[in-house]
């Protein structure tokens, strides 16, 4: 009875089973994709003909200055201010993360006060006030607290364009970093920093190195963002007259009157630029993950030594 | 003159919150010995292992190794309570392997054993690294040096887990369910190290659930429930002739 014949093929012979095999298949069409694929094109060659097409554009003017030697200048300036910025930023965004995370309610206040303030206050507010920092205090002085001053100096010379424009980007950054970081950190197992200190690690040597290495591996998405916003941000120094790649376009084409075209030189450096961090931002998230994967596979010493190994001393 | 047990532990008293985990813990264990404790979950047995080093702050009684108060240095007559770099100096002596291993994911696995010589003892990286080479070798793995942790299985890591406290060359060593995490097809490679360690004379104190282990390399067995010492004594009397009635009802649910 049950071998006799299966249940497919009983119910096929009843009648009410179809089987599919053998029939002809036709996929899904999608239709909308053409319409709307078609409205795309036709928006592109739209904008790629007021590219080409509108004389005020001068691709010849672009060209001409696209290599100027005051942009390039600019474009150096530009990566200065960016680097800087950021790794002061991040750097002081390590110390008030680690505060806000300590014991200490004291060092863990001050450090939300510093975040609400450098959260709250645009850069580009900070960076005039930095700039401006003479008229409210003409001298800073080093030395004893209400006590002997041992050296002091002009506080114009100190803050010049450059460097309140440095104070102003990475106290903002360092706001945001430690956001960040502070995530990281929590992120990082409990068992990591108890496993670390069983070895007999300090509390500082638990940090350094293993909660701070594995903190910032989880952080390199969002910091690689932080670095192109920041690239971006610096175009704001222009109000206090710093010679960046925004500033140097903007000095060019008061003499000459060319704005497009100098406005579309600054953009197209500001597209490679960001197009080259994040490029590198990709590189090093994929080779931590391949550094792993490789050891992983090989589970060989030898092989592997010349594979760049993060968080070495 | 009586010899000074390498770990005393006396009154300790531990609760989180209202909770009251441990009251009145007292035991000593010798040099050489092995010490394992078992009792069901929730009965204390891991907390007591994380006062005995500090991991947790027990609320009453001491800790004593080789004779010195856990945490806290003699000045005069007075007790002080020790900076953080004191404790560390102190937990150098005393290894721990956790129930889930905890190596360090970012550094490879010859790496997370020189780790604490190094950074901790200045050793220098050469020498570090063919002391971990050996001690890869003796818990089976010098195979597995340049990998990452991730890649191993998990009775792997723990050996890797034993390799790097043990290159501390601690004075006891601490293991807080060590083989409960483990598929069982992979605990009886961690035991077997275990047991090479008993046998080189290493002082061991287990909390575990492998009771035929237990009875079989204990000096001492060690039973807790409500955070209490219910019994302890040599495991042929713990196993074979347990005098407490909730000795041998769980000895009867888990053997």
Known sequence: ?313 | MPEIPLLRVENVGKAFGRHQVLREVSLDVHAGQVLCVIGPSGSGKSTLLRCVNRLEVPDSGYVYLEGQPVGFRWKGDGLHEMTSSQLAAQRRRMGMVFQNFHLFPHRRVIDNVTEGPVVVNGLDRRTAGEQAMELLTKVGLADKAGAFPESLSGGQQQRVAIARSLAMRPALMLFDEPTSALDPELVGDVLDVMRDLARDGMTMVVVTHEMAFARDVADQVVFMDGGRVVEAGPPERVFGAPEHERTRSFLSRVL
């Open chain 1, 1 to 313: 009875m049950t071998n006799a014949g299966s249940p497919a093929q009983g119910t096929a012979h009843g009648g009410g089973f179809r089987s599919a095999g053998g029939a002809r298949r036709v996929p899904l069409r999608h239709p909308w994709w053409w319409a709307g694929g078609a409205v795309l094109v036709l928006l592109i060659a739209l904008f790629a003909r007021l590219l080409v097409t509108n004389e005020n554009m001068r691709w010849s003017v672009v060209l001409e200055y696209l290599f100027d030697r005051e942009i390039l200048g600019g474009l150096v300036t530009t990566l200065e201010l960016t680097v800087l910025a950021m790794v002061l930023g991040l750097a002081l965004g390590v110390v008030l993360a680690v505060m806000r995370l300590s014991a200490n309610p004291l060092f863990r206040s001050v450090s939300w006060l510093w975040l609400w303030f450098f959260r709250g206050v645009p850069p580009l507010v900070q960076m005039v006030f930095w700039f401006n920092l003479a008229t409210l205090i003409p001298v800073i002085e080093l030395g004893v607290p209400f006590g002997p001053t041992l050296a002091s100096w002009d506080t114009n010379t100190v803050v010049s364009s450059f460097s309140a424009a440095i104070l102003g980007l990475a106290l903002t950054e360092s706001a945001y970093a430690a956001e960040m970081i502070r995530a990281g950190i929590q992120a990082v197992p409990k068992g990591q920093t108890e496993a670390a200190l069983v070895v007999g690690m300090s509390r500082f040597q638990v940090l350094r190195r293993v909660v701070l290495p594995q903190a910032l591996r989880i952080v390199v998405p969002p910091i690689g963002n932080d670095l192109i916003s920041m690239l971006k941000f610096t175009s704001l120094v222009s109000v206090l007259a710093t010679p960046d790649l925004l500033y140097s376009a903007q000095m060019i084409y008061s003499r000459n009157y060319r704005t497009i075209p100098l406005l579309l030189v600054a953009t197209i450096w500001y597209l490679v630029l960001t197009t080259l961090l994040t490029v590198a931002q990709q590189q090093v998230e994929r080779r931590m993950k391949l550094t792993r994967a490789a050891a992983g596979a090989a589970g060989d010493g030898r092989r592997l030594r010349f594979l760049p190994s993060f968080g070495k001393a």
